[in-house]
């Protein structure tokens, strides 16, 4: 079994930056990719960021220039650093990771965390 744990969302006001963190710990096998996906109220959950095993990276239209993601393979942590958030980044943001174990290939999300932006 494989566990997704998200921190550091929060309430910020627009502008500002908020840098979030998941770390992935369990049977987790190889990893294919990493990545941030977000829900808000209402809407579908769309992916916001991902980074492959090779570092290849991939962001929505709506987030590039202004989110990074990063991901430490040692500690099998996957982040992503927010700036100049918009009151329409607010959203639950979830972790999520493509892995495969013993020839068989599966996603797991963690919790999720809120991330508000408001003045």
């Known amino acids: 079994q494989v566990h997704l744990v998200e921190s550091g969302g929060g309430l910020v006001q627009p502008g500002g930056s908020l840098r979030l963190s998941c770390v992935i710990s369990?049977?987790?096998?190889?990893?294919?990719?990493m990545g941030w996906y977000r829900q808000a109220p209402g809407k579908q959950r769309d992916m916001v960021a991902t980074i492959t095993s090779g570092g290849m990276t991939d962001y929505a239209d709506a987030v590039k220039g202004r989110f990074t993601i990063s991901r430490d393979n040692v500690k099998n942590m996957v982040f992503l650093q927010m700036n100049s958030l918009k009151p329409e980044d607010t959203a639950v943001y979830y972790c999520n990771v493509d892995r495969r174990r013993f020839g068989i290939r599966s996603t797991s999300w963690g919790q999720g965390t809120q991330v508000t932006v408001s003045s």
């Open positions: 369990g049977s987790i096998g190889s990893i294919n990719s």
